[in-house]
């Protein structure tokens, strides 16, 4: 339970970098909203940002323009939901975005501007008229500009966006998992709260790591990694995605759900224990979904298993 309560509430903190600019050196501005076309100005500091999105026909088209300061940024992204398993393909499109920006920005300058770009979207979501469509697309530039900090700070360029699992289940916006932040003190309470979770090991090595740690804040991937380590997560959306592989790959004895394999590190996403019900590999499981799963096997009482249930195949 403790690896599914955090999957429906870290997304309340999001990691910010420690340069803050004064709420009085910051305007925001909705310049046009309408049912195909959004577009709004922030400032912050020095820095200038212009955000205007447009929706046609299942594709969304986004731009964000940066600048002052001697800074010129400016990240196009497109977003077809029209492509079958579209979500699978977002990460490695924010890898590549996160190439856009320009070599001559600093990692303190970075910062700074991925600071004000995520008061720039509190901004946005304080309107009641922002829609989700617009909403949702400015998360691919955060995305990509955290990607790029990141990867100046490890000094690799290569250093890759794990996307959050919750995202690839239409569960949430766009995160990277290295951006959604845990902090020590709410994953220890919902311990206290449910002490039976100890009972289960992965929930076990969670709390000897986060409870010996002196840190005071944790990465999402440093909890997902006690499910899947990032490198057979990554190789395993790649997998999903190579539709033609999962086709040469026999079946070895594991369910058949669009595109799942024997080669899945958790099962499928039709499995007992995965939480949700999709074609694939799982990429969330947990104790708690597998209790659920076990009761609506059948899909009964259906006021407990919802209408989307569907039974077990006999």
């Known amino acids: 339970m403790a690896l599914a309560i955090l999957l429906c509430v870290l997304l309340t903190t999001v990691v910010v ?13 909705v310049v046009q909203i309408d049912s195909l076309e959004y577009a709004s100005s922030f400032r912050s500091g020095q820095h200038q940002y212009d955000y205007e999105c447009k929706l046609m026909r299942g594709v969304t088209t986004s731009k964000l323009k940066i600048s002052g300061n ?19 393909l977002q990460h490695g499109k924010v890898q590549q975005l996160s190439r856009v920006v320009p070599e001559s920005v600093t990692v303190s300058e970075l910062a700074v501007i991925c600071d004000g770009l995520f008061s720039m979207i509190e901004a946005m979501f304080q309107d009641p008229n922002i829609t989700k469509q617009y909403g949702a697309a400015v998360f691919f530039h ?21 996307p959050y699992p919750a995202y690839l289940l239409g569960r949430s916006y766009f995160f990277c998992q290295e951006d959604v932040v845990v902090k020590k003190d709410l994953v220890l ?20 790591m986060i409870n010996s740690s002196q840190k005071e804040q944790f990465g ?16 395993t959306l790649q997998l999903m995605r190579n ?22 590190p958790i099962g499928c996403g039709s499995d007992w224990g995965c939480c949700g019900n999709y074609s694939g590999c799982c990429l969330y499981a947990s104790l708690e979904c597998y209790i659920h799963d076990r009761i609506c096997s059948n899909c009964e009482p259906r006021w407990f298993c919802f209408n989307g249930c569907v039974p077990d195949k006999k």
Not at 142 to 162: E, G, H, M
Not at 224 to 232: I, K, L, N, Q
């Open 17 to 29: 970098s420690c340069f803050k600019t004064s709420k009085t050196d910051r305007s925001f501005e």
């Open 70 to 88: 001697n800074t010129n940024i400016v990240l196009e992204y497109v977003l077809d939901t029209t492509v079958a398993d579209y979500r699978l």
């Open 142 to 162: 955060q995305a990509a500009l955290r990607t790029r900090l990141r990867s100046l700070q490890q000094q690799n360029p290569d250093y890759a966006c794990v």
């Open 189 to 208: 309470s919902i311990f206290r709260d449910h002490p039976d979770l100890l009972l289960v090991p992965r929930n076990q090595q969670i709390h000897a």
């Open 220 to 235: 999402f991937d440093e909890i997902y990694a006690f499910s899947m380590e990032r490198s057979v997560f990554l190789e």
């Open 243 to 264: 539709k033609q592989q999962n086709e040469r790959i026999p079946n070895e004895g594991r369910s058949q759900g669009g595109g799942c394999a024997w080669w899945c």
